[in-house]
Structures are given as structure tokens and as C-alpha cells.
């Protein structure tokens, strides 16, 4: 890898675990579904020029069935998911069980699309998995004034995402990213307009509620898509992904140094398990070449 795409890998790592940060910080004046609104027509006024100045909106028009799907599942969903979570968890914790995405999406794939699974692969899916619910275990309280419900919204969000990519995958195939990814922002714009005019918080969100809100629009999801799909281009999705690892790190960093944020023993373990089943289920830990055994479900 080149260093400059090891500069804009640790760019992209910085922004969406920024992301966390600027939900938690917004999420309270302006409620789930108004500050997931904001954030995708943020998006979309910064996605949709670059489509057109790029001559693709063409091809947004010939696949927005399946787009407007994945607008729901990818974007829509999840991002309200996880505004509701950042009313009751950190955003470390938040980005800790969002890390746990790439193993829905082989999970999923491999009992839906039939993807082949080596055993390192399924040790990694048992391992990861079993950190998921130590976590949870540990973090999650039903109690009132419990950060349950926040637990099962993040991993919900997980899974939507795990579901959208191998949906992609099979349904979106040889699109241009960037149709999949301005189109999704619209198709999300559109779905939660209604929802977002409904909950319109009845107080006006202070400065830097909208602040947060910005950058979480602009920079955590507009410029980190242009950013993700250029690291796909140049080095390839296997390497792309491995921002996954560094997420956490940053989303920790920012959650400590700017809201005070603590991290606990519990958080560390669970983190370094989950990242491990994530490294060992999508292949970035594999055995010598001729030494797995192949499943198939």
C-alpha cells in the first residue's frame, strides 16, 4: 500500500469514528430520526453534484429499485439506529459492536449466497461472535435507565449493514460505486423526510448540536464515501476494509479527548476478540496456502 493511500485509509478511519462522536453529540437536542435526516440530505447535497459532474445520473435511474433498497438498509435504518443508541452508549462502545459488521456480512453471505467458508473463516465467525455476545452481555441492562435497548439497536445496525453489502453484491453488481453510493443517500433522504418533519424537535438545536450535525453529514458520510470507494479503486476491497480495525481507535480517541469518555476493561477484551473473529472470518488472517479445510454450507 501506498503511503498516500495509507494517509486517506487513516482519514477514513478518522471520520467515521468521528461519526459516533458528532451522533452522540447531536443526538439529544435533535432525537434519532431528525439527526439521521439531516445527516443523509447532508449527504445527498454533497453526493449528488458528483454524480452529475461524473455523467452518471443515467445509471441511477436504470437501478433505483434495488438502490432504494439499499438506501433503506444501509443508510436510512442503521444511521437511526445508531443515533438512538448515542443517547445511552459511548461512542467507543457504539463503534466497538459496529466492528462486528463484516461478520454479518459473511455470516450472511455464506447462508445466502452460499459463499464458500474456510475453517479458519468459521473459527473466526465463532470467535467474533462469542465477543459480540460477551459484550453485550456485559454492557447490556434492560433495567429503566438501561443501555439494553441502545445494545440491540447497534447490533441491529450490524446486521443491516451485513445484509446490504452481499444484497449489493448480488443485486448491484458492476454499478459505479458512486451511483450506489449518492443514490443510497438520496433513496434515504426521501424515505426519512416525512419521519424527520414529523420529529422535528420542538426546541431549536443549539450551535453546536447543528455543528455536529454537519460534519457528521459532509464530512463522516459525504467525503468518507468519496474516500472509501477511491481506497477500493487503488488497493483493492480486502485492503479497504481493514479500516474496520481502526475505527475503534479513533472513535475511542475522539470519545475520550472531546466528551471525557472511559473505557473499560471489558470494552478492550471484547474489542481485541471481535476484531480478531473479523480479521480470521474475512481473510485477513489466513493459514499457508494448502492448509485449510473448505466448508460449505
Not at 483493492?236 to 472511559?262: D, Q
Not at 476493561?265 to 476478540?273: K, S
Amino acid at each position: 500500500m501506498r503511503g498516500a493511500d495509507l494517509l486517506e485509509l487513516l482519514l477514513l478511519a478518522a471520520l467515521w469514528g468521528a461519526s459516533f462522536l458528532f451522533m452522540r453529540m447531536g443526538a439529544a437536542e435533535f432525537g434519532p430520526v431528525a439527526l439521521a435526516g439531516v445527516r443523509v440530505l447532508g449527504a445527498t447535497l454533497f453526493l449528488l453534484p458528483l454524480l452529475h459532474w461524473r455523467g452518471l445520473s443515467g445509471e441511477l435511474l436504470r437501478h433505483w429499485r434495488p438502490i432504494l433498497l439499499v438506501g433503506i438498509t444501509n443508510s436510512a435504518l442503521p444511521f437511526l439506529l445508531y443515533s438512538y443508541a448515542a443517547l445511552a452508549i459511548t461512542a467507543g462502545l457504539a463503534s466497538i459492536f459496529n466492528a462486528a459488521t463484516p461478520l454479518f456480512g459473511a455470516a450472511i453471505g455464506w447462508l445466502w449466497l452460499r459463499d464458500r467458508l474456510t475453517a479458519p473463516r468459521v473459527l473466526g465467525l465463532a470467535i467474533g461472535f462469542a465477543g459480540v455476545i460477551g459484550l453485550a452481555w456485559e454492557k447490556a441492562s434492560f433495567k429503566p435507565g438501561g443501555s439494553g435497548w441502545a445494545v440491540v439497536a447497534c447490533l441491529a445496525a450490524t446486521v443491516l449493514y451485513g445484509w446490504s453489502a452481499n444484497f449489493t453484491k448480488r443485486h448491484l453488481a458492476g454499478v459505479p460505486p458512486l451511483v450506489v453510493a449518492a443514490g443510497s443517500q438520496i433513496a434515504a433522504a426521501l424515505v426519512l423526510a416525512v419521519p424527520t418533519l414529523w420529529w422535528w424537535p420542538a426546541s431549536v438545536p443549539s450551535a453546536s448540536a447543528w455543528t455536529a450535525a454537519a460534519l457528521l453529514a459532509l464530512l463522516c458520510t459525504g467525503v468518507a464515501y468519496v474516500l472509501f470507494f477511491r481506497l477500493i479503486a487503488h488497493v483493492g476491497p480486502s485492503n479497504a476494509i481493514t479500516v474496520t480495525f481502526l475505527i475503534p481507535v479513533f472513535a475511542v480517541a475522539w470519545g475520550g479527548l472531546l466528551l471525557g469518555e472511559g473505557v473499560t476493561v471489558a470494552m478492550v477484551i471484547g474489542c481485541a476478540v471481535i476484531l480478531l473473529g473479523t480479521a480470521l472470518s474475512t481473510g485477513l488472517i489466513a493459514p499457508a496456502r494448502g492448509a485449510a479445510v473448505t466448508t460449505r454450507g
